[in-house]
């Protein structure tokens, strides 16, 4: 019988972006951590590269797989909403799970020559081209799964192409003019920005040792939980 081997070191990826996507949203639960913006800057890139991951491997996935991919991320999108809402204090973007979804198209898009999928990743392209101020992360946080893709399986050094889509995907200019104030979270989120997908991809490579708990569907449902929870401690720390 053949059994597919789970990826140790995806799952692993997986686990740390939550985890950094977590210490990032600590910093609105009352207390002044805006330390923990500089491991925040690790949680989407991250992300996007666990899903570049995971498309590099469609030749061995159905075809209704990917699709079931992109519904499980438009459905919670939707369901995030709100938590998200209630819990980030006057939101001018989305939540991150819309540009996920269209980042995804976009990779699908280059990957698989097909119309429809083409048709579909043009789509996502003019939203985010239209639509960039809705759109966590903006237009480049759109690409960004698509860089990943483009340098998954080649030498460490292009990692440095997906680390500038990251840094332009987080408000460089912002951050540079932080940085140039002398705001040491802008400089070491700047470098973060740069290096996490390098650092993504050596967990890729070199961690496959490692067998945390494997993160499947059941973990889209993390994301809006973890706002309600953070949100139940901002209550009673109030």
Known sequence: MHMTQRDGALDLLK????????LDHLRYVGYSLDFLYVPGRLAFPWFCLAMAANLS????ASKSSQWRYLGWLMLFSAVSEIPYRLFIPDPDTLNVLPTLALGLLVARGWQQPTLQVRLLAVAAVLLAVLFPERLMFGFFGVLLPLAMLLVIRRAWYFSLLPGLVCLAANQWQVLYDAARQGNEAAIFGMVACLI??????LILRHAGQFKPPPMRRWAYALYPLHFLLLLAIRQLLA
């Open 57 to 60: 491997r469609a030749g061995i």
């Open 15 to 22: 686990w740390l972006a939550l985890l950094s996507m977590v």
């Open 196 to 201: 996490a997908p390098l650092l993504g991809l």
